[in-house]
């Protein structure tokens, strides 16, 4: 069973016997409506307080990881959270959750884990994820810290295009709200494929520490400003220079706020508030769709 968990991914729960399984399936049928003609069920709303200890998670170090359940433990509903598919591709933590007593899916890259890269298997345990969700009108809550799709020969003869495709296709045909948060990195294609305004998110916001970029500055200044760096007298100290350049210009969430992409950037300790305010704008949330049989997911 443990194989299938963490290897195949076959297998979405793990537990130790017959009795904690059938716990396991009562807390989910929580979560779910009767049927994808039904909403979820609205259980009494909680409080949208502030939680200072968001404002504590992430460090101020770019390159220094933490664990993403942190932030999602205090904003939800009590703190309660069911993941799903937990010991498979652990660099894309996803599951249901509460928030102001609305039934939510949660999709949230995982920095302690390859940095939150994105890889062959996140991409599809995400998308799959994220197909069920609209599949039971569960809105999609997704926290967003990731550098990019995971680089290597294994990942790209693997086909990592084709498999990202699924994460930017399940995203944008998703009809249900999408409320996103970018809590630090949102650079390049990583950024786009994780429900980003682009792909139709309603409403996106972002903590004031976040990059919004095309690269990381390092990577990003040694080819944008080469010419001054190699040029210079002291190149290493150069560098450094452009670098903070580039994230003063670039790498920030002001530049990406300018240009409509996102909707507010906010105070860490008042996200709960926030996405509750959202996900209650969203209640009544009706979108359209052109008259199909069904689209052509890349597989």
Partial sequence: ALVHNTKSGNAHFLTPDDRSAMLLVRELLEYLPQNNAEEPNKGE???????????????????QSYDVKKVISLVVDGGRFLEVHEHYAKNMVVGFAKIGGR?????????????????????????????FLDAFNIPIITFVDTPGFLPGVSQEHGGIIRHGAKLLYAYSEASVPKVTVILRKAYGG???AMGSQHLGADIVYAWPGAEIAVMGPEGAANIIFKREIDGSDQPEKTRQE??????????????????GYIESIIDPAVSRMEIIKALETLDTKVEGRPTKKHGNIPL
């Avoid at 709303?45 to 390159?63: H, Y």
């Avoid at 599809?124 to 994820?129: H, L, N």
């Avoid at 452009?242 to 240009?259: H, Q, S, T, W």
Wanted: hydrophobic share 40%; proline share 6%.
């Fill in 45 to 63: 709303a909680e409080s949208g307080e502030t939680q200072e200890g968001l404002r504590e998670i992430v460090p101020d170090n770019p390159k």
């Fill in 242 to 259: 452009k670098i903070l350049e580039y994230k003063d210009m670039f790498a920030n969430p002001f530049v990406a706020a300018g240009r």
């Fill in 103 to 131: 039934s939510v899916g949660i999709v949230a890259n995982q920095p302690s884990v390859f940095a939150g890269s994105l890889d062959i298997n996140a991409s599809d345990k995400a998308a799959r994820f994220i197909r």
């Fill in 190 to 192: 990583a950024y786009i």
